[in-house]
Every structure is written in C-alpha cells, then in structure tokens.
C-alpha cells in the first residue's frame, strides 16, 4: 500500500498571488497528475508527469506551472490567482501510463482567493 | 465539449433502496470505465470498473451495466446505505494509448435513513 499527501489542506489567497501545492506520493508510481475539480464539472486534468522529469500538459494548463521534482513528488503552480476563484486541487499518482491502471488520489487542497 | 456526462447531477433515495446513476459517452474508441468514489474532505477512490467487451460487473452491492451500442452505462447500487452518500464519478479511458481518464461531472448521491 501507499499514500499521497498533499499540503497544503487548506490555501487562502490574494488575487494575482502565485500560489504553490504540493503532493507527495509513496507508492514508487511513474506517473503523477494535478486535477482541478470544480462543483459541477467534474475533474479536468491540468498537468501530469509520465516519469520523473516529463511535464505534460492537460486541458486546462493555462494560469499554471507544474515541476516534477522527483519520482515521489509533483508541484503545482497557480501563476495569478483569480479573485473569487474556490476550487479543489487533487493530486493523483499511477504505476503504468501505457496500459491502464488504477489512478489514487490525495485528498485535496482546497484553494480559496480573496 | 463534454465527452462523458452523468444524470441525474444529485440523486436522493431511501435507505433499502435502488439507487440508479447513469453515464454516458461520446468517443468510440473508450474501452474502459472506472467509476469513482468522493466522500466530503477525500479524494476519489476507484469503487469498481468495467471493460468494453462485458455487459455486466458486479461486486457486492454494485453493479454496472454497459451498453456498447448505446455508449451507456450505468451503476446500480442495490440496498442502498446511508454510508454510500457520496460523489460518484464515471470515468472512461482509451487504453493501449495512455492512461488519461475523461471525468463525468459526477452524481452526488443522498441515502435517507
């Protein structure tokens, strides 16, 4: 078994702040992910990394930055925050890209901009 | 453009009850649906899965139902428990290319005691 930490559990931000999450995973996984979920839509796939030193981006990139700065760790970056802007940040890790596998999920950091 | 998508968005039912979540999707080449748990303050949490090629999977109380034809499924949740209010997600992959799931909007479900 394992675990993905993510910290921090609650963000509280001022608009145009560049904010930093990060997530931590214990599972030796190759690839990591940050998902942005909103209420109602669903999880939309931000960033992920197929191995350590690979950045990809997912739909919804625009307004990030994410850095992989080891297997076991994966950051992400809110470049400007927006004002109102409340969202929750999951972080997920997998042990295969090409053929699928279960993808487990931190808990969340919930961001709120003032 | 919304590529998997849920019904209904919240979902109340009594306990003992059948509680129905339906999902369905646009592109042909999914294979593979794992549908996903979220309980307030946790992540989603893989429930069960299902594979294009059966109709049927069940484990335990939960069953899904897929209809390739229709680009349907469904998951029946049987006797249902005031522990089983939760989020719950539909996902749906194109394997043999990459592990990158497209996310229904969810079904937020209700078990009344």
């Known amino acids: 078994g394992g675990i993905i930490t993510q910290t921090p559990k609650f963000l509280i931000g001022q608009e145009g702040q560049k904010l930093t999450l990060k997530c931590q995973q214990n599972?030796?996984?190759?690839?990591m992910y940050w998902y942005r979920q909103d209420s109602g839509k669903g999880l939309r796939l931000i960033y992920y990394?197929?191995?350590?030193?690979?950045?990809q981006k997912g739909d919804l990139s625009e307004g990030y930055d994410a850095s992989r700065e080891k297997k076991s760790s994966f950051s992400l970056t809110v470049t400007s925050a927006q004002k109102n802007e409340m969202a929750v940040f999951l972080c997920?890790?997998?042990?295969?890209?090409?053929?699928?596998?279960?993808?487990?999920f931190g808990p969340g950091t919930r961001l709120t901009v003032l | 453009q919304q590529q998997v998508r849920q019904s209904p968005q919240s979902l109340t039912v009594w306990e003992g009850e059948t509680a129905i979540l339906n999902c369905s999707y646009e592109?042909?080449?999914?294979?593979?649906f794992p549908w996903y748990q979220q309980f307030p303050g946790e992540g989603p949490a893989l429930l069960i899965a299902i594979r294009s090629v059966s109709d049927k999977k069940e484990d335990g109380r939960f069953t899904i139902f897929f209809n390739k034809r229709e680009k349907k499924l469904s998951l029946h949740i049987t006797d249902s428990q005031p522990g089983d209010s939760a989020t719950y997600f539909c996902?749906?992959?194109?394997?043999?290319?990459?592990?990158?799931?497209?996310f229904g909007q969810g079904t937020i479900l209700s078990v009344i005691p």
């Open positions: 997920a890790s997998c042990r295969d890209w090409v053929n699928y596998a279960e993808q487990f």
């Open positions: 990394s197929i191995t350590e030193n690979d950045l």
């Open positions: 599972f030796n996984h190759d690839t």
């Open positions: 996902a749906a992959v194109a394997t043999g290319g990459n592990n990158k799931l497209t």
């Open positions: 592109n042909s080449a999914f294979d593979y």
